[in-house]
């Protein structure tokens, strides 16, 4: 009889996983919601970036970008699509983090203060807060996105990828019952 | 005991990685979808194609001291700060002019308020407006500018002075707003713009209304 002793390390990192989805996951629905409820506040705040200079792009990312962040904050809290999910929020958050940095830059330059007592609403959907806290919450999440990436923690999820990779046949192994 | 050989199959790293990409393309487009779905079903939704700030899209960085002073409630004559005169300089290039606190009250005090020669617009949203605005200033979100036309453009129009209000310091819905009201017709030489705004109107311990135009819920009413 073969008796398998419980693998803790694979049990912890499978349950940090799943904790790290399950934040991730409220975090984006709860700042998605909070600027989607509020669209003509978050595009005010988007205006301060410059990004663009015309309507439509402005108006289109304000309208779309909070759904969407719900939208994969529900994906994550659900188990649905995870690496894809967290490799499209951790592409979204790294040039926003560089965007807000710059912005911070611009600021602190501006009012001639401390870069980490730079505070200002960046419209990331939690307020105003202090810059360095905000750089440091954006690499946490950035962490937790690419942590998802490598397929642990598929416990509590509904479907955890919606497109299976092409598998290849290795050699034949035996299995005693 | 029965030994069973099964073939295991595992997939190969590219194929995983090609998986993942392909996942995130339908997140984005499935996302994207949905997306401008909710903000189309979203009472609160934006129109695409409306140009909310037709005072420009830019917006200028905040300055050192004083104008750091017009983040707080502190501010009490916000035309002598940086912002001010930078704000000054702004709108006289689109025909409009800067009024402050004094000049305000003033217009609020004169027998033409109650005649409705002059009348006061505040540019925030509806929650600040119900939280408390000048008495008898009409409400006029620049952003949902079409709920508000109605009540609004006759008064301006027949109006000899307009004072146009936001929040004040970085606030500058009430420049949108007055160029808003500029561009659909109404004189710009009556349009003037309290760049102190409500928070400068309520450190000067100026009378306030809460709830709806003329409720007759007083803040501060012997002033």
């Known amino acids: 009889m073969n008796t398998r002793q419980p693998n803790w390390n694979r049990i912890a990192l499978n349950l940090f996983t799943v904790l790290a989805r399950w934040i991730l996951g409220a975090v984006f629905l709860y700042t998605g919601l909070s600027k989607g409820l509020h669209p003509v506040d978050f595009l005010k705040l988007l205006r301060q ?3 663009v200079h015309s309507s439509l792009p ?6 779309a970008l909070p759904w969407f962040e719900t939208f994969c904050g529900l994906l994550l809290l659900a188990g649905i699509a995870v690496r894809g999910t967290a490799l499209t929020l951790m592409l979204m958050l790294v040039p926003f983090t560089v965007l807000v940095f710059h912005r911070a830059l611009a600021i602190q330059s501006a009012l001639a203060i401390p870069f980490c007592m730079v505070k200002f609403d960046c419209g ?38 919606l ?7 290795t050699r034949p192994e035996a299995i005693h019952e | 005991m029965e030994a069973k050989s099964i073939a295991t199959t595992t997939p190969d790293r590219p194929a995983v990685i090609k998986g993942i990409l392909r996942e995130a393309a339908l997140v984005v487009v499935i996302g994207s979808a949905f997306a401008l779905a909710a903000n189309e079903i979203s009472p609160r939704g934006l129109a695409l194609t409306r140009n909310y700030f037709p005072a420009g899209t830019s917006r200028p960085l905040p300055r050192p001291s004083p104008v750091s002073a017009s ?9 002598a700060t940086d912002s001010g005169q930078i704000l000054a300089a702004e709108l006289k290039e689109k025909g409009l002019q800067l009024i402050d606190c004094n000049r305000a009250a003033q217009l609020f005090q004169d027998p033409r ?12 949203d509806e929650q600040r407006y119900q939280e408390g605005h000048i008495p008898g200033a009409y409400e006029f979100d620049p952003y949902r500018p079409e709920k508000y036309f109605d009540a609004v453009l006759p008064v301006c129009r027949a109006a000899e002075q307009v004072v146009v209000y936001c929040n004040g310091g970085d606030c500058d819905d009430s420049e949108t707003a007055a160029v808003l009201l500029r561009d659909i017709g109404i004189a710009n030489q009556k349009l003037l713009v309290f760049g102190g705004g409500i928070v400068e109107w309520t450190t000067n311990n100026l009378p306030v209304e809460t709830g709806g135009r003329n409720s007759g819920n007083l803040r501060n009413p012997g002033k």
């Open chain 1, 163 to 169: 497109i299976k990779p092409h598998l290849h046949q």
């Open chain 1, 58 to 63: 402005l108006n289109a990312i304000a309208a």
């Open chain 1, 49 to 51: 970036y410059d990004l």
């Open chain 1, 124 to 161: 990331c959907g939690t307020g105003t807060v202090y810059i360095c806290r905000k750089l440091l919450e954006n690499f946490l999440l950035i962490l937790f996105s690419a942590w998802l990436l490598t397929g642990y923690g598929r416990q509590l999820s509904l479907r955890f990828s």
């Open chain 2, 71 to 79: 983040h707080n409630a502190s501010v009490t004559n916000f035309m």
């Open chain 2, 113 to 124: 308020f109650q005649q409705k020669q002059v009348v006061f617009i505040d540019a925030r």
